[in-house]
Nanobody
Framework: VQLQASGGGLVQPGGRLRLSCRASGSIFSISGMGWYRQAPGKQRDIVAS???????NYADTVKGRFTISRDNAKHTIYLQMNSLKPEDTAAYYC???????????????WGQGTLVTVSS
């Protein structure tokens, strides 16, 4: 199983970006999925999460600006980021709890990270 994140880049303050993360490989089911971010010299923190049923949670710092969504048929989650601020600059990582087969335990997987830079 692999998680492939994409969509990062350089954007001006106030701009927007949309991140995607697709899970591939042997997948029986995916439960919780989420986005984390890690700025240079800082710890990795959760940004947003979404359950298999679509329930969402957000860090206070991004509420009202970011929206997480998922397409279960495509094993993909998205992070729509609006009104971006310089403090949103970080490497963004996707995360998912996945069962590979009906007999497999749930395992936690990380994507490789995609860099978001907010600067004028």
């Amino acid at each position: 199983v692999q998680l492939q994140a994409s969509g990062g880049g350089l954007v001006q303050p106030g701009g927007r970006l949309r991140l995607s993360c697709r899970a591939s490989g042997s997948i029986f089911s995916i439960s919780g999925m989420g986005w984390y971010r890690q700025a240079p010299g800082k710890q990795r923190d959760i940004v947003a999460s979404i359950s298999s049923g679509g329930a969402t949670n957000y860090a206070d710092t991004v509420k009202g600006r970011f929206t997480i969504s998922r397409d279960n048929a495509k094993h993909t989650i998205y992070l729509q980021m609006n009104s971006l601020k310089p403090e949103d600059t970080a490497a963004y990582y996707c995360n998912a709890d996945i069962r590979e087969t009906i007999k497999s335990p749930t395992r936690n997987y990380w994507g490789q990270g995609t860099l978001v830079t907010v600067s004028s």
